[in-house]
């Protein structure tokens, strides 16, 4: 196992490394905090957690830098986060976007991020081969204790369930590891493994889609200032249209991110991403080098938990962000902004509730996670969920880009702010009016589903 500390300031170099039986003479075993899982998620709740005076230990299976499967593109709603973590935007590595350019049935459109002052006026492209690497070097400049290779293999909990620590195994011989904790952020991904291990399911009614992504040597497209999104795709089997998008997002080091995210419809069957994908690629221009000889990676996917497909956020001790609480957006695929937001609420409301002594006051102040999070996403995900199920996963993005959205740049860019979320309160614009007018019509959960909500806490 792979123990890291603070140092004063950030470092730019590889992680240190220390002895891996370091953590058992100093203690390390207990914490006030421990975040299962380096991801976005994990590395935001950690830094905003040491930058509040928390002592929290990051647990992370892997080691850095390391590969995730991705589109690699971030919303300006992404880029006020890495401002807020500190993370140098201007350094190496980071490619700005102006917008966003969507294409369908031989039509295309532009849509530059708006310029309100809301959020930043740009994005950004990285690599997610060295992204985490980056957070998780913000998150222990900050003070957080990292360990490397320190995989979590399920919950400790006391007679009342409440969970009070985590078991690992670390290094490569699995040595076993208890590590304590009055509070625990589950940031394991996808897996979500943890929360799994304390009962919290996923809801079978909640979309979860496939994504699969390759690299492409492309000095074309390398540089474009636009996230690129076709909305005509087909399936190769079955010759229906894709019920997801494609993107060629630019990475500026002489690579583009090529891939395709699709949503599953019992009545449609599987979708094969790779023959999808093969199809799609005979449509690109020759020179823009999306082909075979250009691959700089294999084809790979991964799933995409979606639309808070796994609640409550908080049970007994154990907050959930990212994707172990599905917070993938139902309306685009994105992930990575939720993730980082979801673990500042999480820092933001851990902080505060440690400052009580333990018991029923503080339990109070862990629940307003979830109601925090629920106030943010909750109404949105609920439209984005049953559009989803009504549209995407039936008939793909085709009928929203029709002849008429696409040749009003008014209703382009009322739907791209749907899309990304890229509206809040207050409103900066019409647009933005409109959109959370729609938005607020969305009921609020029943009296009925929050009881059972409850129950289930």
């Not at 087909?234 to 990475?251: E, H």
């Not at 991403?273 to 075979?292: F, I, K, N, V, Y």
Request: charged letters at 25%.
């Amino acid at each position: 196992m792979l123990v890291q500390r603070p140092a004063a300031p950030p470092r730019t170099s590889r992680s240190q490394q220390v002895d891996p039986d370091e953590d058992a003479a100093t203690g390390d075993h207990q914490a006030q905090v421990i975040v299962v899982g380096a991801g976005p998620a994990g590395s935001a709740a950690a830094l905003h957690l040491a930058r509040s005076g928390v002592d929290v230990l990051l647990l992370e299976k892997g080691t850095f830098p390391r590969d995730k499967v991705c589109g690699d593109g971030l919303t300006p709603r992404g880029v006020q986060q890495l401002v807020r973590m500190g993370v140098d935007i201007d350094a190496p590595g980071w490619m700005r976007t102006k917008g966003m350019r969507w294409v369908c049935e031989g039509r295309q459109v532009h849509i530059d991020w708006p310029s309100s002052g809301a959020h930043p006026d740009f994005g950004l492209t990285r690599s997610r081969h060295d992204f985490d690497d980056v957070l998780v070097r913000q998150a222990v400049a900050a003070g957080a204790r990292l360990c490397m290779e320190t995989k979590a293999t399920g919950p400790l909990t006391d007679r009342a369930g409440r969970i009070t620590g985590v078991n690992s195994v670390a290094g490569a011989d699995k040595r076993p590891r208890k590590y304590h904790a009055p509070v625990v952020i589950a940031a394991d991904g996808a897996s979500a493994r943890t929360a799994l291990a304390m009962g919290l399911e996923r809801d079978p009614g909640k979309p979860i889609a496939t994504a699969a992504r390759r690299y492409y040597r492309s000095g074309a497209r390398t540089h474009d200032p636009y996230l690129e999104l076709w909305a005509d795709l087909v399936c190769s089997r079955t010759a229906r249209d894709l019920p997801g998008y494609g993107w060629i997002f630019p990475l500026g080091d002489g690579r583009v991110n090529v891939g395709l995210g699709a949503l599953p419809h019992r009545g449609h069957g599987t979708v094969d991403l790779r023959a999808t994908m093969d199809r799609w690629l005979t449509r690109m221009p020759s020179h823009w080098g999306l082909r075979e000889e250009n691959a700089d990676s294999p084809l790979l996917s991964a799933a995409l938990p979606m639309g808070f497909n796994r609640t409550p956020q908080y049970r007994r001790g154990l907050l959930l962000v990212g994707d172990s609480g599905g917070m993938v957006s139902p309306w685009s695929g994105e992930g990575i902004v939720q993730a980082m937001e979801a673990g500042e609420v999480a820092a933001e409301t851990v902080a505060l509730a440690l400052h009580r002594p333990s018991g029923p006051g503080r339990e109070r102040a862990l629940h307003q996670y979830a109601s925090e999070v629920n106030r943010r996403w909750g109404r949105y995900y609920r439209l984005g969920n049953t559009v989803a199920d009504l549209v995407f996963a039936r008939y793909g993005y085709r009928p929203l880009l029709n002849r008429r959205v696409m040749a009003s740049p008014t209703l382009v860019r009322t739907l791209a702010r749907l899309l990304t979320h890229g509206t809040d309160a207050p409103a900066d614009d019409l647009i933005d009016s409109v959109v959370r007018g729609v938005v607020r019509m969305v009921p609020a959960p029943s009296r009925r589903a929050r009881a059972l909500d409850a129950l289930r806490r």
